[in-house]
């Protein structure tokens, strides 16, 4: 079956502007997560849904970011005035509610000029 | 924030060797993963090992948990070219979230 995907792949964009980055999980899925892995580092949680209860958004840096998930399937994370240090990969992963390991998506690579 | 490191962050060997990696984690946790990248894009996960497991197998795979040293090692034997990736290990806290803490990731070379 279809894995996760990710659009855009790449995107680069002026410091300043705003962007969108789009994830489908697998379907039937009701845990869907964003992640942020800059330059030879490890990954840094962002955001988790689960299902329709309220999404931990402990891990968001600040408030120029910001996620929604729509009808329990798609999800887009926004980054709004974007800075040259949100350069990064952003990579969302989805897991079913009952199994643990998460399934990642290949990832939008962000860079800010 | 990281929940912990992993050593060594780079290693290098040859085909045929065993590698081994270690990870580390401050908090507890309700299980410790291990995942796979290749080519800084998306992870594949390989073993998860519960809070109250020490060892697991999977294949040329075997990953241990220390919970009283908040350590865990994974071993992958017989290396392959085809191995050469990073390698993080992820920790979830409690079984109310499925959010993951990853640690910093070894990069593994098995040369040819």
């Known amino acids: 079956g279809a894995g996760v995907s990710q659009s855009p792949s790449n995107k680069v964009t002026e410091k300043g502007k705003d962007v969108e980055l789009r994830c489908d999980p697998i379907?039937?899925?009701?845990?869907l997560y964003w992640y942020r892995q800059s330059l030879g580092q490890g990954l840094e949680f962002l955001i988790y849904?689960?299902?329709?209860?309220?999404?931990?958004k402990s891990g968001l840096p600040s408030d120029r970011f910001s996620a929604e998930r729509t009808g329990g399937s798609v999800s887009t994370l926004t980054i709004q005035r974007t800075q040259q240090e949100d350069s990064a990969v952003y990579l969302c992963?989805?897991?079913?509610?009952?199994?643990?390991?998460?399934?990642f998506g290949p990832g939008t690579r962000l860079t800010v000029t | 924030s990281q929940q912990g490191e992993e050593d060594p962050q780079a290693l290098s060997i040859q085909e045929g060797e065993n590698a081994t990696m270690n990870c580390s984690y401050k908090?507890?946790?309700?299980?410790l993963q291990w995942y796979r990248q290749n080519s800084g894009r998306g992870l594949v996960h390989l073993i998860l090992i519960r809070s109250n497991e020490r060892e697991k197998h999977s294949g040329r795979l075997r990953v241990t948990l220390d919970t009283s040293k908040k350590s865990s090692s994974l071993l992958i034997t017989a290396s392959r070219a085809a191995d050469t990736a990073s390698y993080f290990c992820a920790t979830r806290g409690s079984s109310n979230t499925g959010k993951l803490i990853f640690g910093q990731g070894t990069t593994l070379q098995v040369k040819p």
């Open positions: 379907s039937g899925h009701t845990a």
């Open positions: 992963a989805s897991s079913s509610q009952t199994r643990n390991e998460q399934y």
């Open positions: 849904f689960q299902g329709n209860s309220a999404p931990d």
């Open positions: 908090t507890s946790i309700n299980n």
